[in-house]
């Protein structure tokens, strides 16, 4: 289930130490498809953890939750790249954690206007998107530095990443302690749930079986690498 | 009907910040290699998760009240010049706690669990005591999960671990015990 | 050993020419006005949904509570005493009862919202009863944080939800089938949440009760 390939020279990283001053020359749509693999949020940067676990007992609210994140690191890049070269930069970081928070606000509102129950169900955890230390790593690390198109691109590559891992974590912990998808039974009555997945420690467990497999995946790389060196190459 | 002490047992126990609700979970991780900095971290925040409260409280009262849709923006605002001026007069004035404390202090400005703590007491609708009880208990919540976790860490360190779990595998499962300790808490104060 | 980065970055070295405090004033009014329209704009446009969607809701919890009534009046609770006139500043946080009747104006009961710690988290329930005779008419969980498959089947048991229409609080939680009319049985491996649920109901009960009579006094005139 989780195909994603790990740069072996990632040693669980920050944000900055991938984007060296500025930004490696490439297209938007690698810059999509970085935040999805290599650079996933989750599972390699390990960045926005409280929401990865708070909220993904089920499959509906850890998609949500991910698609709100998109919107807001969508609409933050975008307005970050815009302004980028206005903003002086004393007043960065006020500057972008003010975008930050409005597009947070924005989103709230429009969850509790079209899903309130979804909304009901994440609680806080909308506002505190805020907190989301990932959202400020893109806009410091690669929105202030790059064009609009390129912005924007990386964070919905970014977004889209951290909503296939909350709703890769979302669905295991859903279909193992609900024995249901988004709701829907899976198996018959006589099926037991696991309860523990659903609550919290199910959450710690979850994600640190899915880093063990990453790590596994990554292991099983190097060690392929250094059999055969040139084979050993990591997609891009 | 909402005693204190249910309060404080609730937050510091059964609904412990870290290990049940999943609030600053990255100094839980990022900061607990050793117990003396993992309790003088979780000492500094709930220096901070109490002045959080006082500032919330008076927002919520004075200056939010007719607007609702601006609090996550000021609380995060306020947030972060809160802890910006207590460090600065720390320095200033105590200047043996700035060094105990202080290099701590800017962590904890993006600390979800300081947010948290602010949008919690105010969808609960807390009052002043209340607030400051609620503070309390999820800054010592917070310590007694920092300290439990970097005394394993220290540990760990000193096993033979495989390969795949020496980076943050082992450190998620080990979250995932503790987390099970304190389900043990649940139905304390409530239960009779 | 690092674990996830967490703090602002850094900022980078200051390589040009600091800004004058006007242009970083300006920068961040600007802004903050900008944020601030976007916001109230947003605000005002999907208010309408919200407040429809929380009616639904309580108009959801009413009928079922009070076993769907032709018409309901909302008190609200002010000064201590029941009003049926709404006052000037209504909130979520403002306490209300309806009071239902059926489609013959034969008064139902009157459904209530009340709050108590359960197992984990605070259990807040709506509550049907009979002023006159403390009856419940049955009971509707608004928000639980109970464990699942556990304690959140105060929810979706319905052998437990079945018992309450008909029993006369204060109720009593017994482990055995009950033997009279103030006596439910708890759900087995949730007994403390099924215990906060009639204890809940009791308290609930015991102070509404005389606030409704006292309103029927009063409305008798």
């Not at chain 2, 003088?40 to 002045?51: D, E, I, P, Q, S």
């Not at chain 3, 079922?64 to 609770?77: E, G, I, N």
């Not at chain 3, 944080?145 to 309450?164: A, H, K, N, V, Y």
């Amino acid at each position: 289930m989780t195909s994603v390939p790990v740069a072996e020279a990632a040693p669980a990283p920050g944000a900055q130490e991938f984007i060296p001053g500025a930004p490696p020359p490439a297209s938007a749509i690698a810059d999509i498809w970085r935040g999805i693999g290599r650079e996933n949020p989750v599972l390699v940067q390990l960045l926005g953890m409280c929401p990865t676990m708070a909220v993904t007992n089920v499959l509906a609210n850890g998609l949500a939750m991910g698609l709100a994140t998109t919107f807001v690191l969508v609409g933050s890049g975008l307005f970050v790249s815009l302004f980028r070269k206005y903003i002086a930069n004393e007043v960065r970081i006020t500057s972008y954690i003010l975008i930050i928070a409005t597009f947070v606000t924005l989103a709230d509102m429009l969850l509790a206007a079209t899903f309130p129950d979804i909304r009901k169900a994440l609680g806080p955890f909308i506002p505190l998107i805020v907190a989301n230390c990932l959202l400020l790593g893109r806009a410091e690390a690669f929105a202030a530095k790059v064009p609009v198109k390129r912005a924007v691109a990386d964070g919905l590559g970014m977004g889209l990443g951290f909503t296939l891992s909350l709703s890769m974590l979302s669905t295991i912990r859903e279909v193992l302690g609900k024995g249901s998808i988004l709701g829907h039974p899976l198996f018959g009555p006589r099926f037991e749930p696991w309860v523990f997945m659903m609550l919290p420690p199910g959450g710690f467990l979850a994600l640190g079986i899915a880093l063990l497999g990453v790590a596994y995946v990554g292991e099983l790389r190097k060690r392929r690498a250094r059999r055969a060196p040139v084979a050993g190459r990591v997609a891009a | 009907m909402r005693d204190l002490s249910w309060i404080f047992i609730s937050t510091m126990l059964v609904n412990n910040f870290t290990l049940v609700m999943f609030l600053g979970l990255c100094s839980f991780f990022g900061v607990t290699g050793k117990v003396e900095t993992a309790w003088r971290l979780g000492l500094a925040n709930t220096f901070v998760l109490v002045l959080t409260a006082v500032s919330v409280w008076v927002l919520n009262t004075f200056v939010l009240a007719q607007t609702p849709y601006l609090r996550t923006i000021a609380f995060i605002v306020v947030i972060a010049s809160v802890v910006q001026i207590v460090e600065m007069a720390v320095k200033k004035y105590l200047p043996v706690l700035f060094r105990q404390l202080g290099i701590y202090l800017p962590l904890i400005t993006t600390n979800c669990a300081i947010l948290g703590l602010a949008l919690f007491q105010t969808s609960r609708g807390y009052t002043f005591v209340e607030g400051l009880v609620f503070a309390l208990g999820a800054g010592l919540g917070l310590t007694v999960a920092l300290s439990l976790m970097a005394s394993i860490r220290e540990r760990t360190e000193l096993s033979d671990v495989p390969a795949v779990a020496r980076r943050m595998g082992l450190v998620l499962v080990i979250a995932s015990c503790l987390s099970m300790a304190f389900m043990g808490f649940a139905g304390m104060g409530t239960a009779g | 050993m690092s674990g996830p980065a967490c703090h602002v970055p850094e900022p980078p070295p200051a390589v040009h020419k600091s800004t004058p405090a006007w242009r970083l004033l300006l920068t961040l009014v600007v802004a903050g006005a900008a944020a601030g329209w976007l916001i109230v704009s947003v605000y005002n446009a999907t208010l309408p949904a919200v407040e429809r969607h929380a009616a639904e809701q309580v108009n959801e919890a009413v009928r079922q509570v009070l076993k769907a009534p032709a018409r309901w009046d909302t008190l609200y609770l002010v000064d201590g005493a029941l009003t049926s006139k709404r006052p000037a500043s209504v909130n979520a946080e403002t306490p209300m009862a309806f009071v239902g009747y059926d489609a013959g104006g034969r008064r139902i009961g009157a459904a209530i919202t009340a709050a108590e710690p359960g197992f984990q988290e605070l259990v807040t329930l709506m509550i049907g009863f009979d002023p006159a005779t403390g009856a419940l008419t049955g009971y509707d969980v608004l928000d639980q944080q109970e464990t699942p498959g556990l304690g959140d089947r105060i929810e979706s048991d319905t052998d437990f939800t079945r018992q309450f229409p008909g029993r006369v609080a204060p109720l009593v939680g017994v482990k055995r089938a009950p033997a009279t009319p103030n006596e439910v049985q708890t759900i087995t491996g949730a007994t403390i949440s099924s215990r906060a649920v009639v204890r809940i109901i009791n308290d609930a009960v015991a102070r509404w009760r005389p606030l409704l009579q006292a309103y029927d006094r009063g409305g008798q005139e």
